[in-house]
């Protein structure tokens, strides 16, 4: 309705101005001015009951009338820039809501992929220190194994060494076999000549011949001939030879069998040992 306002005013003055003289009719026309005001929300005031006031006062009306249509689209105008205002505020606080949120997402997903990389590293890092403890563990064991197998080895070099050392070796002639015999004899705890002493007698029987064998006396008659380098006849050697030494033609046996049997017969072998005569 306001913009019907200034129209009815003015109308509204020239009937005022045309009643002028008539008091009356002034009075009257400022009340109907004061209930269309009323009717309209125009405030109209008029001071005095003279024409030429009631024609003041509705030109004041008619200035207040004229007035409120600007006052009026100022308080639209500034309704729509708080509108305005608060829907861009609106959308700056969306906007850096959504962009948080990303920066939020974004720095989660960062979070989770280092932590991934620093857990796979983690577990490389692991299995390599498991694989290089196995591979230390291994070459630990390979050379204790190494060092075990090269003591294993030194003692037998040793002990074969030992037993090198204490098995004596003898020349293969009469001073050998007479030494070998005499070590074989104290061995078995009987009665040893001297080497000399020995030597002498197999001198007298067989002049030193271990393979002598003699098929003419009266053993040899009997069947049964003297043999070797001390001469003795097969039934006397098998009674008196020991264990391991049993071949009649081994100087070393021979000898063995036939001190043996001297220190039986004859109480020493010295006692026949530098005889001429069979014994």
Do not use: C
């Not at 080895?153 to 037993?163: F, N, Q």
Request: hydrophobic letters at 50%.
């Amino acid at each position: 309705m306001r913009h019907h306002i200034r129209p009815s005013l003015s109308r509204l003055n020239q009937r005022v101005a045309a009643v002028r003289p008539n008091k009356r009719l002034a009075a009257g026309a400022v009340a109907a001015l004061l209930v269309t005001g009323t009717a309209t929300g125009t405030a109209v005031a008029f001071a005095g009951g003279s024409s030429d006031t009631a024609h003041t006062t509705a030109q004041a009306a008619s200035s207040q009338a004229a007035a409120r249509p600007s006052s009026d689209a100022a308080n639209r105008s500034e309704q729509r820039t708080a509108l305005q205002t608060s829907a861009a505020a609106s959308k700056a606080a969306a906007a850096k809501a959504k962009a948080q949120a990303e920066a939020a997402a974004k720095a989660k997903a960062a979070a989770q992929a280092a932590a991934k990389t620093k857990a796979a590293a983690a577990a490389a890092a692991k299995a390599k220190a498991q694989a290089e403890a196995a591979a230390q563990a291994k070459a630990k064991a390979q050379a204790e194994a190494a060092a075990q197998a090269k003591a294993q080895a030194a003692a037998a070099a040793a002990a074969a060494a030992a037993k090198a050392a204490a098995t004596p070796t003898y020349a293969d002639n009469l001073d050998g076999w007479i030494a070998e015999a005499r070590d074989i004899l104290a061995a078995d705890g009987d009665h040893v000549p001297s080497a000399d002493a020995i030597s002498a007698r197999a001198m007298t029987e067989s002049s030193g011949n271990p393979d002598a064998v003699n098929d003419w006396d009266s053993n040899a008659a009997a069947g049964t001939p003297s043999k070797g380098l001390m001469q003795m006849i097969q039934p006397t050697f098998n009674s008196y030879a020991l264990s391991g030494h049993t071949d009649i033609m081994n100087p070393v046996d021979n000898i063995v069998a036939a001190v043996r049997y001297a220190n039986a017969t004859y109480g020493a072998f010295e006692n026949i040992a530098y005889g001429s005569s069979g014994y």
